[in-house]
């Protein structure tokens, strides 16, 4: 994968993750840590363990509305807290932390009237759902490799260029935006 590299201009995911020019829509940010081969997952749980990264996530993300797949809601010990949680799914129940949205459309339609940034976090079918709607992401690109079942899905790298990279141990972060 090519990722090309442009450090001269400011980050702005926080700005541009609240909304867009028309007050409608809600601009989004994709989250997601993958590896170089696009892992994303292993039997629904994440191959790696990087506390740090999983912080960098929450302070990210903390105060906005993360709109998320049945299957990521259901890996997570609990609705992640101080954020609110749309999760996609046709067969989940409403119940407290979580609001159920039978289709991505349906959360971005309620995300649209919350003013907060509004983050995908996941899964594989989310993304691939919703990459074409998102103006920014934020990758952690996890050092090694760590074999997978499920995988991110492929990116047009010439639509994307790096604002910012940040390293880490285990990994490095990557906030991009959509040219």
């Known amino acids: 994968m090519t990722k090309s590299m442009n450090t001269n201009k400011k980050s702005v995911v926080g700005q541009s993750a609240k909304s867009t020019t028309d007050g409608r829509t809600p601009a989004l940010t994709l989250v997601a840590a993958m590896t170089d081969d696009g892992v994303i997952g292993r039997r629904g749980e994440m191959p790696w363990r990087l506390p740090a990264e999983l912080q960098l996530f ?8 993360l709109i998320m797949g049945r299957k990521t809601f ?19 129940q409403t119940a407290p932390g979580r609001t159920i949205c039978s289709s991505l459309q349906t959360a971005l339609q309620l995300a649209a009237t919350l003013p907060r940034p509004v983050f995908i976090v996941g899964g594989a079918q989310l993304y691939r759902q919703a990459l074409p709607r998102c103006g920014k992401m934020v990758l ?9 079942d499920t995988f991110f899905p492929a990116i047009e790298w010439s639509e994307w260029e790096i604002e910012r990279e940040e390293s880490y141990s285990g990994f490095r972060r990557c906030f991009y935006c959509r040219v």
Not at 58 to 65: E, S, W, Y
Not at 82 to 92: A, D, F, M, W
């Open 58 to 65: 929450r302070q990210l993300t903390m105060g906005g509305t």
């Open 74 to 92: 259901t890996s997570l010990p609990a609705p992640l807290p101080g954020r609110i949680n749309l999760v996609v799914s046709r067969h989940l």
């Open 140 to 148: 952690s690109w996890i050092e090694g490799q760590p074999q997978g």
